[in-house]
């Protein structure tokens, strides 16, 4: 069968608990997780890699098609590498942790980096754009560097060379302190001869001055011809000398075009936006992480309900139970609840299923507020009995269940009282001897009773208890005498027997003839009796009574063990007028029975605010 909106509402409200303390859990591991996490904080830097001009530029000094893509790409695995971080590693002094990533669409690289100490995140990053920049300086720069590198070295030898020459130039003249003098010789005895010339055009040659002119030129001739030999070693040196420096001023120029060219390298890397130490850490995200655990919580406790109700083998709603049992649902019960709150929530947090005996009592009919719709509950009960048989004037019925804590005690005493507020004569007999609670209920002796009247040992109508005898008991005698109809409600109560003795009793002739004596004195006779799949009992009175009524408590009993106690009966030729659905929370009940609860809250609320 199909679920419709409504069903899974119902269902929703009939586990809610367990939604809640699913989605409680849940929240409160997130909460716990969360809060046991590390801070992490998180810096982000922003680089722009592009070569000046883009592409075309690329492409003209690279001389290869440029692919923007693959170089992002390239330069992504590049940061990556192992190599990469231990230089940033290096440069920070400690190992360094960082990630990058190429912004989509754009030249620009995302670099981020993760640590407990916000300092030390915008360190990495920091630093990591910082070794970028300065690789892929250097990378670039390689050939330049490396010819600068090369020019300088070969100046420097050079200029070794120049300065080497120039000592030995320097010793030699020390060495040969007339060397070099030729061509002021030369000059000399040039100017020499021109004023020997001048004299004679004046002076006879054996003048004193023209003689003493010949001998200086004389002179000079002798020191002249002796020079050649020295100044063509000095000529050599001051040719090498003259070579190198010719060569040191090339190379001088050269160092000073490569420092240039070197400079003028375009810049790839630049440094977009710097990070600086983060105020708050990014992770743990406490409002994610909350509102994650609320929802998953949510999530799993909804889970969770359904799994239960799916491996839930007790039926709650009356379509389930009238196709199981192909009997009707004569009434539903909602849950009414024990007036003390305690034993409310006692008995819902520990799944208690019994209630304590002051408990009880606060359930039965007398005790309720004169406009508790519960009363009518309990007509409407009667008046689906008796459309069975309209004819029928006085009925024996018995009141029993598929198991134990089904509330078929408190169904068969509130039918009772029920029907004697309705001006009906009712008896209501204690049929469980196995397990007899109505006299603690209504504070009655046990004995003599159900078994005495049974076995004639007593007369029945000596073991009939009133409202004389509830005047001595222990139940509330304002609200009980203050009920009306109460004087025709009359209790035969029951004692512990042997399971021996109940069984030859309730078999022999004597119970139909009991049944038929007391039947014709009043208009319902009631047997509460034990539960059916426990006891042999309930199935052995209900064959002499007009009719059983099988009590079912919502959501307890497995479906099976509905059907197997309605086959007992049928099997013993029982006449099962039908069931009533018990303890109905709100949760599962239809819309047809939503209004019991209305009117239930108002009358609760106007007491309180009496």
Known sequence: MDLTLLDHWRIIKRRRWIIIAVACLIMTGSFIYTQLQVPLYKAEGMVKYEPPGGAAAAVNQAYYYYDPVAVMKTQIRMLSSRDFVELVSKKLGKPASF?????????????????????????AVNAAMDVYAEKDMEERSKTARKTLGDVSKRRGEVEYSLNQLEEVR?????????????GALAASLLDLDGRRRELLKRFTPEHPEVVALEQRIK???????????????????????????????????????????????PIYVTAVSRPSAPAA???PRKGMNYLMGCLFGLLL?????????????????????????????????????????????????????????????????????AKSPSIELYHSLRSAIKSQDPDRQNWALAFTSTGVAEGKTLTAINFSLAAAHAGLKVLLIGADIRRPVIYRIFGLPSQPGFLEALTGAVDWR?????????????????????FP???????????????????????????????????????????????????????????????????????????????????????ANVK??????????SSGMGAEYSYYYGYSHYDRQEETEA
């Open 99 to 123: 990630s990058a990533q190429d912004v989509k669409e754009t030249s620009l690289i995302a670099i981020s980096a993760v640590s407990r100490n916000p300092k030390n995140a915008a360190d």
């Open 170 to 182: 320097k010793e030699y003249l020390q060495t040969h302190p007339g060397t070099g003098m030729s």
């Open 219 to 265: 002179s000079v001739q002798a020191r002249l011809s002796q020079m050649p030999g020295a100044d063509l070693e000095l000529e050599r040196l001051n040719r090498d000398i003259r070579v190198n420096e010719e060569l040191y001023i090339a190379l001088s120029k050269q160092v000073e075009e490569n420092k240039i060219a070197l400079a003028s390298i």
């Open 281 to 283: 850490p990014f992770y």
């Open 301 to 369: 406790g909804l889970l969770a309900a359904f799994m239960v109700e799916g491996m839930d083998v007790s039926i709650s709603t009356i379509e389930e139970i009238e196709k199981i049992v192909e009997k009707p649902v004569l009434a539903v019960i909602p849950h009414l609840g024990a007036k003390m709150r305690w034993e409310n929530l006692k008995n819902s947090l520990f799944r208690k299923e019994r209630h304590s005996l002051e408990a009880f009592r606060s359930m039965l009919l007398f005790q309720q507020s």
């Open 462 to 482: 000596e073991t009939v208890r009133g409202t004389v005898d509830f005047l001595m008991g222990e139940v509330d005698l304002d609200n009980l005498l203050s």
């Open 485 to 571: 109809g109460i004087d025709n409600f009359k209790v035969i109560t029951g004692c512990n027997a042997s399971s021996a003795d109940i069984v030859n009793l309730l078999s022999s002739q004597l119970l139909p003839k009991f049944i038929e004596g007391v039947r014709s004195q009043f208009d319902f006779v009631v047997f509460d009796c034990p539960p059916v799949l426990l006891f042999v009992d309930a199935v052995m009175v209900a064959a002499h009574t007009d009719g059983a009524v099988l009590v079912y408590k919502s959501g307890k009993m497995a479906r099976q063990a509905l059907k197997r106690a309605n086959d007992q009966l049928v099997g």
């Open 576 to 585: 099962t007028l039908g069931l009533v659905l018990n303890d109905m929370q």
